[in-house]
């Protein structure tokens, strides 16, 4: 069972920066796609970003531009730098995979949840006006 374990968030002002992690156990990285989803109170699971097994990424429509994802995979960790935040990215960050193999690797969009088989716990970013 791969663990999955976020990191660095919290409580900004409006415009303000957070740079997530998300550190996974001892597993096979190198042809997953790694997701980060968020979910607000009361609000279904919603995809942030992708990073696949190519290194392409891919975001979320309210992104624009304002985050960015990247992946260590020595360090199996997985980041996402996000920037002049807005209230409303007030949620749940979650930090998920989905697996792939040498024969079938894992390519971006990989937008819906369904496709992640691990998921970590989640960490709380919090952004005040």
């Known amino acids: 069972q791969v663990q999955l374990v976020e990191s660095g968030g919290g409580s900004v002002q409006a415009g303000g920066s957070l740079r997530l992690s998300c550190v996974g156990s001892r597993y096979t990285y190198d042809y997953s796609c790694m997701g980060w989803f968020r979910q607000a109170p009361g609000k279904g699971r919603e995809w942030v970003a992708t990073?696949?097994?190519?290194?392409?990424?891919n975001y979320g429509g309210f992104v624009k531009g304002r985050f960015a994802i990247s992946k260590d995979i020595a360090k199996n960790t997985l980041y996402l730098q996000m920037n002049s935040l807005k209230p409303e990215d007030t949620a749940m960050y979650l930090c998920?995979?989905?697996?792939?193999?040498?024969?079938?690797?894992?390519?971006?969009?990989?937008?819906?949840?369904?496709?992640?088989?691990?998921w970590g716990q989640g960490t709380q970013v919090t952004v005040s006006s």
């Open positions: 990073i696949d097994s190519d290194d392409d990424t």
């Open positions: 998920a995979i989905a697996s792939g193999s040498s024969q079938s690797p894992c390519l971006v969009p990989r937008r819906s949840q369904y496709e992640y088989n691990f």
